[in-house]
């Protein structure tokens, strides 16, 4: 047997909580970066899926959207894992939910996890913590079990929490800039999964395309990417009422 993982992670906090879902599955794991999917995959009835995102302003980030029409399903039995960093995840479950079972997974069980904020991560600081990760591995045994013993209609599809129409999607408007310790080694533009960094201008970032993901910062060998102090500041100042307070995971297992 073989899990495949399927994931976006671009400051390393959803791979993280992957990583200990995972840890729980004493197999084989097929890790495949969602950034670098540019050509169609397939998966087979028998096998298993995992696929974890982050929550972008209650959102999926609208990128994987067109990742998602390269993947066939094929009914894949399938856990859906979304990451926020201590907000909400309002509507990011669900749209993964549908943008999945558009590429025919069979959708079987879901997970809201806390990580750190990708932009502020004083919010969500050293989550998941032991508690965390006890809740994640447990949530993980029971899909395991539930999986390995339990045969799913073909028609089965998961409920989840979250509204259609879904909210308006938006991200905070963020865009990291080289500073002068720049060594032009191109690793941002290479890895910035909507192409916002010109090649030939590392030390630009086109606020037009930007998701404000944190790619860039977080892989740069040199720390050489940064937002600005007083807009970082001022972003801390407005998610402080909605991320000052711990919030704990969710959980969605079906009774089959």
């Not at 998941?128 to 539930?146: G, R, V």
């Not at 500073?179 to 909507?194: A, E, H, L, M």
């Not at 807009?231 to 009422?241: D, F, G, P, V, Y």
């Amino acid at each position: 047997m073989k899990i495949n993982a399927l994931y976006f992670s671009p400051t390393g906090g959803t791979k993280h909580v992957l990583d200990i879902i995972c840890s729980v599955w004493d197999c084989e794991k097929n890790y495949i970066d969602l950034c670098d999917l540019d050509s169609e995959i397939s998966f087979k009835d028998t096998d298993i899926c995992i696929i974890a995102v982050p929550s972008f302003g209650g959102r999926i980030p609208q990128f994987l959207i067109p990742k998602f029409r390269l993947i066939h399903g094929n009914r894949a039995k399938t856990i859906l894992i979304a990451v926020y960093g201590n907000r909400a995840y309002e509507d990011t479950l669900i749209e993964l939910k549908d943008v999945a079972e558009s590429s025919e997974f069979l959708c079987c069980c879901c997970a809201a996890a806390i990580s750190r904020h990708s932009i502020i991560p004083k919010y969500g600081a050293g989550r998941p913590d032991p508690d965390d990760i006890k809740e994640l591995k447990a949530f993980s045994s029971q899909c395991q079990k539930l999986l390995l013993t339990k045969d799913f209609p073909d028609t089965f599809s998961i409920t989840v929490p979250g509204n259609r129409p879904y909210r308006p999607y938006a991200t905070l408007p963020l865009n990291p800039k080289a500073g002068k310790s720049c060594t032009g080694c191109g690793i941002c533009s290479r890895r910035c999964p909507v192409g916002a960094i010109p090649s030939d201008n590392l030390c630009k970032c086109s606020k037009e395309t930007c998701i404000s993901c944190m790619q860039c910062v977080s892989i740069c060998p040199h720390g050489a990417r940064h937002v600005s102090s007083a807009i970082l500041k001022a972003a801390e100042l407005k998610l402080k009422k909605v991320c000052g307070k711990r919030k704990e995971n969710q959980f969605f297992i079906p009774e089959i």
